[in-house]
């Protein structure tokens, strides 16, 4: 079993649209959480951390389920430079990269 | 601070050679990652360091990988020999404590 799982996607929605993506971790000591975006042909860069109490960030929704070992990042109104991979992190000493979900918002 | 260099950001090299790619990490970072990225395989830990130590390298693929942290400034991997399915993009970052990772850009190996 992959320590951290993602929804495989691709996700194609429209501009508007609210977009959910999920995913699970296998470690129960992990520490801390993150979302990353990742653009074609760049590098990783962090969109949000993920906290117990969930955390917003403009259109930016991120909740943690420590019980279900679970975490999630909700994006409404989508526009069309959301278009990118969403990658979950998990972090217990090392940092953990679920294989990402691309999404491509459509106009 | 600059952030994560990486260096080179393009190595295309024949079967058989030895590629060495480089970091610096972002002063005052006690961590340190090497990833490999695919298509196939997305973005694998290969190793990580803390404090200039090696803790965790059962990522690295074969006994052709090797890396190394001399100081906190600098680290190497190696590939040796290197061989067409090593081709990919590899990726260093760093962070201090549990706190958000920072990538380098990145370099991109092609083995012919």
């Known amino acids: 079993r992959k320590e951290v799982e993602q929804d495989p996607g691709p996700f194609n929605v429209p501009e508007g649209a609210t977009v959910a993506f999920n995913c699970t971790y296998s470690?129960?000591?992990?520490?801390?959480f993150f979302w990353y975006r990742q653009d074609c042909r760049k590098e990783p860069k962090l969109l949000m951390s993920?906290?117990?109490s969930g955390n917003e960030d403009g259109r930016f929704t991120a909740q943690l389920n420590r019980a279900s070992q679970y975490i999630s990042l909700l994006i409404r109104d989508s526009k069309l430079s959301d278009s990118a991979t969403y990658l979950c992190?998990?972090?217990?000493?090392?940092?953990?990269f679920g294989a990402g979900t691309r999404l491509t918002v459509k106009p | 601070d600059a952030g994560v260099i990486q260096s080179p950001r393009h190595e295309v090299t024949e079967m058989g050679q030895e590629v060495t790619l480089r970091c610096k990490p972002i002063s005052g970072h006690d961590y340190l990652f090497w990833y490999r990225q695919t298509m196939m395989r997305g973005l694998e830990l290969l190793i990580y360091?803390?404090?200039?130590?090696?803790?965790?390298d059962s990522g690295m693929p074969e006994d052709r990988f090797s890396a190394k942290m001399p100081n906190a400034s600098f680290s190497t991997l190696k590939i040796q020999p290197s061989e067409p399915r090593d081709s990919a993009v590899y990726f260093c970052?760093?962070?201090?404590?549990?706190?958000?990772?920072?990538f380098g850009q990145g370099t991109r190996l092609t083995v012919v």
């Open positions: 992190v998990v972090n217990f000493n090392d940092m953990r």
């Open positions: 360091f803390n404090n200039n130590v090696p803790i965790d």
């Open positions: 970052a760093s962070n201090y404590g549990r706190t958000e990772a920072f």
């Open positions: 993920v906290y117990s």
């Open positions: 470690n129960s000591a992990s520490q801390s």
